[in-house]
C-alpha cells in the first residue's frame, strides 16, 4: 500500500551516513543519492530522506513513527545498537512487544533529527 516514505532531515551528510548504518542490518542500501536527498531501499528508494535547511529538532512527541521490518531478531538487536554507536538515542531497548493483533520483537530509536525509527521482526508460526 505504502510506496515510498520520506523524512526531513537537518544535516543530509550526518543522517545519510546515520541512516546508512542503521539500515544495513535491515537489508537496505542507499540507492539515489541527489545531494539534498537521499533514497534508501532493496531495490528501489523505499525511504528518502530530505534536506530542510534550518530544521529545528523534531519534538519526540510529534508522533512521527516509522516501522521498518527486519529478517530475524537479531537485526533488531543490530539495527539498535548501531544507531546508539552513530548518534541515535534510545526509545525501547530489543525486546518483545505486543501490538495490536500479535505480537512482536522491536526496537526503538530517535535519529539525530528526533525521528522515530523502529525495527520489528514477526516470529513465524513453528512448523508442525
Known amino acids: 500500500m505504502i510506496d ?25 542500501q542507499k540507492i539515489v543519492d ?3 536527498s537521499v533514497g534508501f531501499g532493496k531495490a528501489y528508494p523505499e525511504l528518502w530522506l530530505n534536506l530542510r535547511e534550518g530544521l529545528a529538532l523534531i519534538s519526540e512527541t ?13 537485526a533488531v538487536r ?9 548518534g541515535g538515542k534510545d526509545s525501547g ?8 493483533l500479535t505480537a512482536y520483537f522491536g526496537a526503538f530509536v530517535f535519529d539525530p533529527d528526533g525521528n522515530k525509527i523502529e525495527a520489528v521482526n514477526f516470529p513465524r508460526p513453528e512448523s508442525p
Do not use: C, M, W
Request: hydrophobic share 50%; aromatic share 6%; glycine share 6%.
Open 62 to 74: 510529534t508522533g512521527i513513527h516509522i516501522a521498518l521490518r527486519a529478517k530475524n531478531e537479531d
Open 4 to 28: 515510498h516514505v520520506s523524512v526531513a532531515v537537518s544535516d543530509i551528510a550526518q543522517s545519510a551516513a546515520f541512516y546508512e548504518r542503521i539500515l544495513a542490518p535491515l537489508g537496505l
Open 78 to 86: 543490530e539495527f539498535h545498537a548501531v544507531a546508539l554507536a552513530h
Open 34 to 36: 541527489r545531494g539534498v
Open 93 to 100: 531497548s530489543p525486546g518483545p512487544r505486543q501490538a495490536a
